[in-house]
């Protein structure tokens, strides 16, 4: 399994961005896709989930409102529009694969696959 996470970059607050995430090496269906951060000295946290196969997706309060997670079955991608940003966004995001799971998960160690993470900087 490879997750190629892309579309990082320097937004000013109350700008947006989108970050992508592609997919391969099997199939994703009946499993999670997730986005997480780290921002630095910080533990990684879950910004957002979605059922690969429903599309049903579930997002941290911290994000709700601002954010929307999609994905694209037929290209293996999944997405991360970030919207309102805030200098407390900033962070390295990740996205994530939980295989075979009907629940989407919050804690990191729940993910069986990673991708490397691009940058989001959000200045004042």
């Known amino acids: 399994v490879q997750l190629q996470a892309s579309g990082g970059g320097l937004v000013q607050a109350g700008g947006s961005l989108r970050l992508s995430c592609a997919a391969s090496?099997?199939?994703?269906?009946?499993?999670?896709m997730g986005w997480f951060r780290q921002a630095p000295g910080k533990e990684r946290e879950f910004v957002a989930g979605?059922?690969?196969?429903?599309?049903?997706?579930y997002y941290a309060d911290s994000v709700k409102g601002r954010f929307t997670i999609s994905r694209d079955n037929a290209k293996n991608m999944v997405y991360l529009q970030m919207n309102s940003l805030k200098p407390e966004d900033t962070a390295v995001y990740y996205c994530?694969?939980?295989?075979?799971?009907?629940?989407?998960?919050?804690?990191?160690?729940?993910?069986?696959?990673w991708g490397q993470g691009t940058l989001v900087t959000v200045s004042s």
């Open positions: 090496g099997r199939s994703f269906s009946s499993s999670v």
């Open positions: 979605i059922h690969w196969t429903d599309g049903n997706p």
């Open positions: 994530a694969v939980d295989l075979y799971k009907t629940n989407i998960a919050t804690i990191a160690r729940s993910y069986d696959y």
